[in-house]
């Protein structure tokens, strides 16, 4: 492995050519919600907060329990990519909106019945329940938008092009972070303020989304047989392996994000400080998720190339490269936040008492870094050969027989508990999934 590092050098250009675009984009996102985060914890008082936390808990949860759009584009395109057929990279792109254009009206029809039942959920003081459903209400018609997005993002990756999404991906996040400003400290909207400047910016984002890739589908629709794709489109068997790709790959995320609802939900019954501290720390994990997720969009494009053109040994030389990166930039992370991590908390918020509870927790987030980096590595190989089912199995045991039970058993140490159970699900998945990629590549199955 250490010979495969040291002279493939092609192999790490290929990475960085996806990784290093995606990086740069990806931190924006973080970087948005930190901004979203100060201009609302500078208010007088933590609900306001404490509100944004859970109404955005609930948007997320919904949007990224969604997140299979992207996933099973991203590598179903990538192999189809590497087979050079076209044709079924065209199908995979209108297939994926369409299902997208249906999850966005289902969520927009149900939204009423769906605030209710989760909010039943959410043990929180008045203002913080008022806050969060008024963030919701508004943030819930970006649905169509923010699906889409989903499928455009996975396609361009898929199509190994990662300058496309870090434009639009930045200028979006840009015009986030004015819109946010301006509504909340000009027009002083307050909550409102930030749900509308996301739900703007994903509008903005899906118009710059499709005119680019309008533009890189025009040589394909030229030369097309439109008959043979709309009878694609249909196709039965075809439809049932792609939905049932998305199936595992839904119940695969659900299980991550019941972690971070089951984490919001704890934390309200601990008292507004506690919840917006666990915000302020959040922000933290999502800079580590957004700048490793980096590395895990460069191995699925890749491996996916080459599982579709059949070259088992670039896919073996993907993985290992991308394994020293993510090793590397985790370091990196947990010295940053061990150094600066109090800074940063200053500068989210200056409401003394969420300073206090953010920075008594912030020992666990320092390790997050290192106990999430397999999982995001190894989420993107799975991601990339497509098998799904053995990432849904994976989250399953490290969500029922890790996270919880540590929960339970150190229950009694409140906050620390949640973080604790936290670092345990993390390192349990990358564990799981390396295990089960080891069995795979003894018994050569990788590629089928």
Aim: aromatic residues 12%.
């Amino acid at each position: 492995m250490i010979k495969t590092i040291c002279l493939n050098f092609s192999t790490h250009q290929k990475i960085f050519a996806i990784a290093l675009p995606m990086m740069l984009s990806n931190i924006s996102v973080p970087l948005l919600g930190l901004v979203d985060t100060a201009v609302i914890g500078h208010l007088p008082e933590s609900y306001y907060l404490a509100g944004v936390a859970v109404g955005s808990m609930v948007v997320t949860l919904l949007f990224w329990g969604l997140v299979f759009l992207r996933m099973s584009t991203t590598g179903l395109v990538a192999q189809a990519y590497g087979a050079n057929d076209f044709q079924q990279i065209l199908r995979l792109l209108l297939q994926s909106v369409l299902i997208a254009l249906l999850l966005a009206a289902v969520l927009l029809l149900l939204q009423n019945p769906l605030s209710s039942l989760v909010f039943h959920f959410v043990d929180g003081s008045e203002q913080v329940l008022l806050y969060g459903k008024q963030y919701f209400a508004i943030r819930i018609w970006s649905a169509p938008a923010a699906l889409i997005n989903m499928v455009l993002l996975g396609w361009l990756l898929g199509m190994q092009n990662a300058k496309v999404p870090m434009f639009l991906l930045i200028i979006t996040n840009l015009v986030n972070i004015f819109l946010s400003v301006l509504f909340v400290v000009v027009f002083q909207w307050q909550v409102a303020g930030v749900a509308w400047a996301s739900l703007s910016a994903d509008y903005i984002a899906l118009i710059c989304g499709l005119f680019a890739v309008s533009k890189m589908i025009k040589p394909f629709y030229q030369t097309g047989d439109f008959t043979r794709l709309l009878k694609q489109l249909i196709d039965l068997h075809s439809l049932n392996s792609f939905i049932a790709l998305n199936r595992d790959i839904f119940i695969r995320t659900l299980c991550l994000q019941v972690t971070y609802a089951f984490m919001t939900m704890q934390g309200v019954k601990l008292g507004d400080d506690v919840v917006s501290a666990n915000s302020v720390l959040m922000h933290f994990l999502l800079l580590i998720s957004f700048s490793m997720d980096g590395l895990a969009y460069a191995v699925e494009a890749l491996v996916g190339k080459n599982i579709g053109n059949r070259c088992l040994s670039k896919l073996k030389e993907s993985i290992n490269v991308t394994l020293f990166w993510a090793f590397i930039f985790s370091l990196i992370q947990l010295l940053l936040f061990y150094f600066y991590g109090q800074w940063i908390i200053n500068q989210i918020t200056s409401i003394s008492s969420v300073q206090v509870e953010a920075t008594r927790y912030l020992p666990w987030l320092i390790l997050i870094p290192l106990t999430s980096m397999l999982g995001f590595v190894f989420d993107g190989v799975f991601i990339g050969m497509t098998r799904a089912k053995e990432m849904r199995n994976s989250m399953i045991f490290s969500l029922c027989l890790v996270y919880f039970p540590v929960w339970l058993f150190f229950s009694g140490e409140g906050n620390h508990a949640l973080w604790i159970a936290m670092n345990a699900f993390m390192l349990s998945r990358g564990l799981t999934l390396a295990w089960i990629y080891k069995q795979l590549n003894k018994k050569e199955l990788l590629i089928l």
